[in-house]
């Protein structure tokens, strides 16, 4: 049974940065054709943040956070990183790790969550 597990979210002032980490637990990342990153504000629907695919090739990054937050995967440790800087009080919300084994499909595997507050 694979398992997503995010960290590294909390409190951090605008302007701030954080790193927040996913881990995989019974499968390889780089054996996923898709890892992203999710966010979401209570209420409100489930927005991308950033991809990365498994095979290789330039990420992907939300229109909202380019310039700002990068993500990148060490397959030597089975992580994956969204970095965050220059954070803004809208960027406040849970950030969820999700992972396709094909493209174009629905999400296989999603974590629990990490909450990320910025305070203003």
């Known amino acids: 049974q694979v398992h997503l597990v995010e960290s590294g979210g909390g409190l951090v002032q605008a302007g701030g940065s954080l790193r927040l980490s996913c881990a995989a637990s019974?499968?390889?990342?780089?054996?996923?054709?898709?890892v992203s990153w999710f966010r979401q504000v209570s209420g409100k629907g489930r927005e991308f943040v950033a991809s990365i695919r498994g095979g290789g090739g330039s990420p992907a990054v939300a229109e909202s956070a380019k310039g700002r937050f990068a993500i990148s995967r060490d397959n030597a440790m089975n992580l994956v990183y969204l970095q965050m800087n220059s954070l803004k009080p809208e960027d406040t919300a849970v950030y969820y790790c999700?992972?396709?084994?094909?493209?174009?499909?629905?999400?296989?595997?999603w974590g629990q969550g990490t909450q990320v507050t910025v305070s203003s």
């Open positions: 019974g499968r390889a990342f780089s054996s996923y054709a898709m």
């Open positions: 999700a992972a396709a084994t094909k493209l174009g499909f629905p999400y296989d595997d």
